[in-house]
């Protein structure tokens, strides 16, 4: 038969996987007593996957082997998949805690759902990827997310060679996706790409030149063009979500020094989906602007309104006392300086709801400001800072400064969570937001806004204290983030 027609000759794909679920049986056997390069290899991957997925999650694993990934993330609830009964037999004696089945993904129907999908090095082995990654679509959600990691085909040769050598797992001929390939390939099967890094560019455990190039070269051009493997993280494409009812929203405003504009919010923020609660916190005003607060609420009784005053300092805690006191299932902030239009926010709130974005991040430097909104050493340094986190992140962030971001109260709960991570190192709020965001693999959106001129009252950023910060911040991010 023609090669062009082998893909559709159901004898060939039988043989295909028949070959292949006797060559990992065997390879099962072998690693019993394994003693290659693949050790280090397989650690180091676990550290990344142990970075991008939270425990306590319900995990599934395809091609999961002998299970040693899956139950180092762990899961409140594992699933384990291969073809190989070897596998899966080693798999449940080391981890009989968790659940493995001896099937074929291509075949492969569960009646439950996900929150993490894990495919480590298994897609350059598959008969016909997109059949797969349809097959995942029926057990994920929204919020789930696929986890996959794949050789780069630069390191076809070098890998074959170590083969032969015995230094690395033996493989049959293999697909060798490349990044594009991938994508695509997602695409075409309702997912898109939230996040692609490189890793690993020295798989052998040496001292002091390992983790130099695996932990920071690897993520510098031009050596990440080197790396051994790709990951990435793929969730559903974006789709109007499937809501009960209209959620409630929470507008929280950290407001100091601030009682020129308290009358403007409520008359100027609109009402969102089934209603929309003001969350006033107070930060220790040297004028009365907790009375204007009190005053302006009692004008405007038919606004759903709350009044906290601060205890700590600084806008980040604001944010987060307003957060955890605030009722709706979607939680906004807006800066009462009101340079960020009221107005706007229902643009943030049907980004979100559209499912087009998980984090909305309000963008200042896309349109034309009026002249003395942003002075211009603070336009340089927003500049600056855009494409540095834009880069720690691994996601396009414009404006890590502006005051308003959206996001679901279910996702900042997860965010608040993992917390622990990072530590309470953010005076603004913002990194805190973004990083925590970024950790858990949200969906991150800007949203142009006309950033405008404040109209009362002086700024509280203090410009060469709160840049240092920041570079401060770079460097954290760098050392939390992008060089794990």
């Known amino acids: ?50 970075f991008l997925v939270a425990p306590q999650q319900r995990i599934i694993e395809i091609g999961c082997a002998r299970g040693d990934l899956l139950a180092a993330l762990e899961p409140s609830y594992g699933v384990g998949i291969d073809f190989s009964a070897e596998m899966i037999q080693r798999a449940q004696q080391r981890h009989p805690h968790l659940k493995f089945i001896c099937t074929d993904i291509h075949t492969l129907t569960l009646d439950e759902t996900l929150d993490v999908i894990i495919l480590s090095d298994i897609l350059n082995d598959l008969w016909d990827v997109q059949t797969v990654l349809k097959q995942l679509a029926t057990f994920t959600t929204p919020h789930t997310r696929i986890i996959l990691n794949v050789y780069s085909r630069l390191w076809e040769l070098p890998l074959f060679v170590a083969e032969k050598l015995g230094l690395a ?22 997912f898109e790409v939230i996040h692609h890094q490189q890793e690993l560019l020295w798989p052998l455990s040496v001292p002091l030149l390992t983790p130099l190039a695996n932990r920071y070269l690897v993520k510098i051009w031009p050596f990440n063009t080197l790396a051994l493997t790709n990951v990435l993280v793929a969730r559903t494409k974006p789709q109007c979500l499937s809501l009960p009812r209209e959620p409630l929203v929470s507008v929280i405003i950290p407001a100091r020094n601030e009682a020129g504009n308290i009358a403007q919010i409520l008359e100027r923020v609109p009402e969102m ?46 944010v987060r006392l307003g957060f955890a006191q605030a009722k709706g299932d979607i939680l906004m ?14 643009r943030f709130y049907e980004a979100l709801v559209s499912g087009k974005g998980e984090f909305i991040n309000g963008v200042r430097l896309v349109y034309p400001m009026e002249k003395e909104a942003m002075r211009f050493m603070n336009l340089l340094a927003n500049k600056f800072f855009s494409l540095a986190f834009s880069w720690l992140l691994g ?3 414009k404006d890590t400064l502006c005051g308003t971001k959206v996001l679901w109260r279910a996702d900042y709960k997860s965010i608040a969570t993992n917390r622990s991570y990072f530590g309470d190192f953010d005076p603004f709020g913002d990194f805190d937001l973004l990083f925590g965001a970024a950790k858990i693999n949200l969906k ?9 001129e404040r109209t009362y009252g002086t700024t509280n950023i203090q410009r060469w204290k709160h840049g240092w910060l920041l570079l401060k911040m770079v460097w954290f991010a760098a050392r939390r983030i992008k060089f794990i």
């Open 169 to 190: 797992t033996p493989k049959l001929l293999q697909n060798w996706l490349t990044v594009e390939d991938i994508t695509d390939l997602l695409y075409l099967s309702d």
């Open 333 to 346: 902030i807006l800066d009462a300086d009101l340079t960020v239009p009221p107005e706007d926010l229902p």
């Open 444 to 452: 991150i959106v800007d949203l142009p806004i006309r950033y405008r």
């Open 1 to 50: 038969m023609h090669k062009d027609l082998e893909k559709f000759d159901p004898a060939a794909e039988v043989a295909y996987r028949q070959q292949r679920i006797t060559h990992w049986d065997k390879v099962a056997l072998q690693l019993d007593n394994w003693n290659g390069w693949g050790r280090y290899y397989h650690r180091r991957l676990t550290e990344i996957y142990q």
């Open 395 to 397: 996601q396009p962030i």
């Open 273 to 318: 989906g089934s209603g929309t609660e003001l969350v006033f916190v107070e930060g220790h005003s040297t004028e009365d602007t907790y009375q204007a607060i009190q005053q302006a609420i009692t004008a405007h009784p038919q606004r759903q309104c709350r009044l906290l005053q601060q205890t700590g300092t600084g806008k980040g805690d604001a």
